[in-house]
């Protein structure tokens, strides 16, 4: 890399000339060297494809001052270690055919020489078996000292002064704790990408964090985010790999549990971290009604797939992937959340068959048709400003399930009788929250989500059923739209219909409204259909339709869902929460809130001092 290409062949003549090598590297730097981070990628993937089994990272001020990676991998012979600063020098690629199976993390040749090209460089590198090793000192590009050295087999990689001759690049770094925190993060990526090796991380001599290498994925995660991390996670119900489908382990937040941006979303594929649209996508829609708006859910998500299958040379810095067949990606990744969340609902579930009903307290479940009287306490904190119930009266009969008068048809009761719960009622709490017992300890249900859950579940199901008895308007509706709505709904008119909306064109720009789907509201019909249009709008073509239904169920079931402070009769609860573990997705309402808490047993016995 010291010799200039061609130094002075087109002087005086064209205007064009090629780059020095150290020009050259340098420009490549600008793409594969973004940032101290980036550095640690790169020396840290070599350590990796070098077979080591411990890396030893050390920082000073952001990485700018220093970045040291020490690695116990296989080492270069003298040749090597002056060879791999060349560009395009690589021990990983032979041919162009080589590149549709890397199985390496690094394949370009690029890194070393970009990173040596921007910043005062020394190697020491030894194979185990040599009697010496080799230094190698490089200054913005130019080799200057090669000399044997005594090292421990294995490479070190000093890279000082980054950018120290690109004040440009140097501005554009951001804050030492900036900095830090991208060093960091790329760390544990690092970390938890490769759990069966050892990380040491030092920053400005004071140790991060050493872990040591780890049997198990879980373990790795232990180490690095402690046990409440863990807590936090199932683990992926996996497919195996047949029908050429892709290996998919790792753990998944429990449904609930998300996070404001993408930070603790991490999928890896082949050991690679990766940002990816697809498996964004498919995250979300395996989550579906387990993950509010605006959320993101938590992911260690390690997909397993032939070299072939997926293309990861489109990214100068291979955070990105292109998949040769995304659709089975992407079905693959759903379904294994989806797997994910039922199986952990049923060791939830589990948790509450506890048939104890014998024992229940005074006043509870097995009194049907008296009020609320859950402990007199609940009674004694009625506000006598809303004189519903007066203490000892008994309340006026409401429907288990109080609906809008054109709701009849769905009223879950009339699918499932109420079966008696194998949990434990305690009573109510601020008319909202049902306390449950359970195995595990104390469980509060907020009635609103749950009922929320249940009737969102019920719709569902008689949608997917084609069961949805459009209910007819008594007077047609006719309504207007701009033209290119009208050419859209025209073309999604099979689609509308089968949802329950009865449409049909009647002239140019005009439709016939003629039914509705029972669970939509039918007071602004107009502003229905043009919030319906612009929604399936939006939803794009990779949609199903069958999620625009879900949205516009769950979107109104919030209004028939009992509420915060209505009274609920003992059976009524029992069937609301025998409902709730009936269905699919217990934890959280359609919006992804929770609609229980558990609070443990051990949880409790720490609160009261008599555990520590
Ligand atoms: P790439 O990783 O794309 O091959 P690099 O510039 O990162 O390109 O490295 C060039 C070559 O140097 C590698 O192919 C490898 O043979 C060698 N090398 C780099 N780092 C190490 C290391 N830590 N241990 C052993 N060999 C290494
Ligand atoms: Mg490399």
């Keep these: 890399m010291t010799h200039p290409r061609n130094p002075a062949r087109f002087e005086g003549m064209g205007r064009i000339a090629l780059l020095s090598e150290t020009v050259a590297s340098q420009v490549a730097?600008?793409?594969?060297?973004?940032?101290?981070?980036?550095?640690?990628?790169?020396?840290?993937?070599?350590?990796?494809?070098?077979?080591?089994?411990?890396?030893?990272?050390?920082?000073?001020?952001?990485?700018?001052?220093?970045?040291?990676?020490?690695?116990?991998?296989?080492?270069?012979?003298?040749?090597?270690?002056?060879?791999?600063?060349?560009?395009?020098?690589?021990?990983?690629?032979?041919?162009?055919?080589?590149?549709a199976a890397i199985a390496t993390m690094g394949f370009r040749g690029e890194a070393l020489p970009s990173i040596a090209s921007v910043s005062r460089f020394r190697l020491t590198t030894r194979e185990p078996a040599a009697l010496a090793g080799t230094e190698v000192i490089v200054n913005g590009g130019k080799i200057e000292a090669v000399r044997d050295a005594g090292e421990a087999p294995g490479t070190q990689v000093e890279v000082r002064s980054l950018f120290y001759n690109l004040p440009a690049r140097r501005k554009f770094l951001r804050s030492e704790p900036t900095e830090n925190g991208h060093l960091e993060a790329m760390m544990q990526q690092l970390a938890i990408g490769n759990p069966r090796v050892g990380f040491t991380f030092v920053r400005d001599e004071r140790t991060i964090f050493q872990l040591p290498a780890a049997a198990r994925l879980e373990d790795r995660i232990r180490d690095l985010g402690g046990a409440a991390m863990l807590d936090e996670l199932i683990e992926i119900d996996g497919s195996p790999?047949?029908?050429?489908?892709?290996?998919?382990?790792?753990?998944?937040?429990?449904?609930?549990?998300?996070?404001?941006s993408r930070a603790d979303?991490?999928?890896?594929?082949?050991?690679?971290?990766?940002?990816?649209?697809?498996?964004?996508?498919?995250?979300?829609?395996?989550y579906h009604t387990a993950l509010m708006k605006g959320r993101h859910p938590v992911t260690f998500l390690f997909l397993e797939l032939p070299p072939a299958a997926v293309d990861v040379n489109v990214h100068p810095a291979k955070r990105e992937v292109r998949f040769h067949r995304p659709s089975d990606i992407h079905d693959a990744v759903v379904s294994a959340v989806r797997r994910s969340l039922e199986s952990a609902r049923a060791d939830w579930a589990r948790g509450f068959h506890q048939p104890d009903?014998?024992?229940?307290?005074?006043?509870?479940?097995?009194?049907?048709?008296?009020?609320?009287?859950?402990?007199?306490?609940?009674?004694?904190?009625?506000?006598?400003?809303?004189?519903?119930?007066?203490?000892?009266?008994?309340?006026?009969?409401?429907?288990?399930?109080?609906?809008?008068?054109?709701?009849?048809?769905?009223?879950?009761?009339?699918?499932?009788?109420?079966?008696?719960?194998?949990?434990?009622?305690?009573?109510?709490?601020?008319?909202?929250?049902?306390?449950?017992?359970?195995?595990?300890?104390?469980?509060?249900?907020?009635?609103?989500?749950?009922?929320?859950?249940?009737?969102?579940?019920?719709?569902?199901?008689?949608l997917e059923a084609g069961d949805v008895h459009a209910q007819r308007l008594l007077l047609p509706l006719t309504i207007e739209v701009g033209p290119r709505d009208a050419e859209w709904l025209c073309r999604n008119l099979a689609d509308l219909q089968r949802l329950g909306l009865g449409l049909e064109a009647f002239g140019p720009g005009t439709f016939k409204l003629e039914s509705l789907p029972p669970f939509l509201p039918v007071d602004r019909p107009q502003q229905l259909i043009r919030e319906v249009i612009e929604e399936l709008k939006a939803?794009?073509?990779?949609?199903?339709?069958?999620?625009?239904?879900?949205?516009?169920?769950?979107?109104?079931?919030?209004?028939?869902?009992?509420?915060?402070?209505?009274?609920?009769?003992?059976?009524?609860?029992?069937?609301?929460?025998?409902?709730?573990?009936?269905?699919?997705?217990?934890?959280?309402?359609?919006?992804?809130?929770?609609?229980?808490?558990?609070?443990?047993?051990?949880?409790?016995?720490?609160?009261?001092?008599?555990?520590?």
């Design 241 to 260: 790999d047949d029908d050429g489908r892709p290996a998919i382990r790792g753990f998944i937040g429990k449904p609930g549990v998300s996070r404001g």
């Design 29 to 99: 730097a600008g793409e594969v060297v973004e940032r101290p981070a980036s550095v640690v990628k790169e020396l840290v993937e070599n350590s990796l494809d070098a077979g080591a089994s411990r890396i030893t990272v050390a920082i000073q001020r952001g990485g700018v001052a220093l970045i040291r990676v020490t690695d116990d991998g296989s080492g270069m012979d003298r040749e090597d270690a002056l060879l791999c600063l060349e560009r395009h020098a690589t021990s990983k690629l032979r041919s162009g055919r080589d590149l």
């Design 265 to 286: 979303q991490r999928v890896f594929i082949n050991g690679r971290a990766v940002e990816n649209t697809t498996i964004h996508h498919a995250l979300r829609e395996g």
């Design 539 to 612: 939803a794009g073509t990779d949609t199903p339709r069958m999620r625009l239904g879900e949205e516009m169920i769950a979107k109104t079931v919030c209004r028939h869902a009992v509420k915060a402070n209505d009274r609920l009769r003992g059976p009524e609860i029992e069937k609301l929460i025998a409902d709730l573990l009936a269905c699919e997705l217990p934890y959280c309402c359609p919006h992804g809130r929770p609609t229980m808490i558990q609070i443990s047993h051990a949880e409790l016995e720490k609160k009261f001092g008599r555990r520590t």
């Design 357 to 462: 009903l014998a024992a229940a307290p005074t006043g509870a479940i097995a009194a049907p048709d008296t009020a609320v009287l859950f402990g007199a306490t609940d009674v004694a904190h009625l506000p006598t400003s809303v004189p519903r119930v007066a203490p000892g009266e008994v309340p006026p009969a409401r429907p288990a399930f109080p609906m809008e008068a054109p709701m009849t048809s769905v009223a879950p009761s009339e699918v499932r009788p109420p079966q008696p719960g194998p949990f434990r009622i305690l009573g109510v709490l601020h008319r909202l929250y049902v306390l449950m017992e359970g195995e595990g300890g104390l469980v509060l249900v907020d009635q609103h989500a749950a009922h929320e859950r249940v009737l969102f579940e019920e719709l569902r199901r008689r």
